[in-house]
């Protein structure tokens, strides 16, 4: 089983940044494709961003050139680097693991990132 501990969350005016970590256990973190999904209040969940065990990336387009996903697996580690953010994007944000035979991902409990001035 997998659990996931997303972290980094909190206010941030409009055109700051912060970088949120998710913090793996209990599977071969190596193996998961690693994602970012974020919701919005009153709004359907969101994929924004996802990296394979072989580290390719992929983005939503609306925050592609702004926000970096990578891993670490030493530390078991994925993190997302949000840049020049905007107060849209003021959402919870989860940590997902797929593991490449299972088709339901293992979800974080999420962490609040609110954009605001």
């Known amino acids: 089983q997998v659990q996931l501990v997303e972290s980094g969350g909190g206010l941030v005016q409009p055109g700051g940044s912060l970088r949120l970590s998710c913090s793996a256990s209990?599977?071969?973190?190596?193996?998961?494709?690693m994602g970012w999904y974020r919701q919005a209040p009153g709004k359907q969940r969101e994929l924004i961003a996802a990296?394979?065990?072989?580290?390719?990336?992929n983005y939503t387009d609306s925050v592609r050139g702004r926000f970096t996903i990578s891993r670490d697996n030493v530390k078991n580690t994925v993190y997302l680097q949000m840049n020049s953010l905007k107060p849209e994007e003021t959402a919870v944000y989860y940590c997902?693991?797929?593991?490449?035979?299972?088709?339901?991902?293992?979800w974080g409990q999420g962490t609040q990132v609110t954009v605001s001035s």
């Open positions: 997902t693991a797929r593991h490449p035979f299972r088709e339901v991902p293992y």
């Open positions: 209990g599977g071969i973190f190596s193996i998961y494709t």
């Open positions: 990296i394979t065990s072989g580290g390719s990336t």
